[in-house]
């Protein structure tokens, strides 16, 4: 594991990660053990890139591509880009379904997020389009999804019930907790079949998506960005206090911008 002098980012070596392809920033990523310094990087992080500038449209929306363009220019900052936006979400953060960490989970797009929560700027004032490159492929793919379901709570819960279902093995039948699976399993014959898997997440309200997980800095609705869905069962909307706290292919290019 990486030993530095301090606790804070500036003394990582994020520049070492800027011209590695998918599967060497996830060896990397392990080389350095990055996830052993979750608790206060995390943080740092988004403190950091609250104090990017950003760059407006005519029609006053935020240009992500602009935005980069100004603020990510050293090797450093490329390198955390591409932490950010091209390892596994998994990869950097340990526990994304811990309380402590919920808020840098895979639903969460830490570049927007970061100024959501430090200077109120909701996700409806980005330009975000399938060109965007400060979201990651996987979320950005959910928040463009453009396919409606037209599903009530009853039939939600149904292909809930069937995604979290074991299909075989010694537990076949048996029914995984909603907290505890990022994504459904076997609902291809269901509505939601050819949805993102992160579309299904957020709509059946598994994993992060849960009432007793939730932020408001995660995407829990890929029509609406900073909408709160109802809970799909009226038990579920106790939530943790802590998780209120905001605590492979080969790149063809160094930067899209």
């Given amino acids: ?13 994020f ?3 800027k011209a590695l392809n998918s599967s060497q920033l996830e060896d990397k990523a392990k080389e350095h ?13 988004m403190a ?5 500038k950003l760059i407006r449209t005519s029609n006053d929306l935020i240009d992500p591509q602009e935005t980069a363009r100004h603020n990510i ?17 998994g990869s950097l953060v340990k526990a994304q379904s811990n309380p402590e960490f919920v808020n840098y989970s895979a639903l969460v797009p830490l570049y927007l997020a970061a100024q959501k929560r430090f200077n109120n700027i909701p996700y409806r004032s980005w330009l975000i389009d399938a060109n965007c490159r400060l979201v990651d492929e996987n979320l950005l793919e959910a928040m463009l999804w453009k396919e409606r ?11 809930r019930q069937q995604g979290l279902t074991t299909k075989s093995g010694t537990r076949m039948g048996s029914i995984a907790k909603p907290t505890s699976s990022w994504c459904l399993k076997g609902i291809r014959d269901t509505e939601l079949g050819s949805a993102p898997k992160l579309v299904s997440t957020m709509l059946t309200q598994i994993w992060v998506a849960h ?3 939730r932020t408001e800095y995660m995407i829990l609705d890929p029509y609406n960005w900073d909408r709160m869905p109802e809970p799909l069962i009226t038990q579920d909307i106790f939530k943790h206090d802590d998780a209120k706290k905001f605590l492979a292919k080969e790149d063809k290019e160094d930067l899209p911008w």
Avoid: C
């Avoid at 990055?34 to 992080?45: K, R």
């Avoid at 379901?149 to 292909?159: K, P, W």
């Fill in 48 to 52: 950091h890139l609250a104090e990017y």
């Fill in 15 to 17: 520049d070492e990660y």
């Fill in 73 to 89: 220019t050293s090797d450093w900052d490329i390198g955390l880009w591409k932490v950010i936006t091209r390892l596994k979400r």
């Fill in 1 to 13: 594991m990486l030993k530095i002098k301090s606790n804070t980012i500036k003394e990582f070596p």
């Fill in 149 to 159: 379901y037209d599903l009530g709570s009853a039939r939600i819960l149904e292909i």
């Fill in 211 to 213: 009432p007793s997980l």
């Fill in 33 to 45: 053990g990055i996830t052993a310094f979750n608790s206060w990087m995390l943080p740092q992080i």
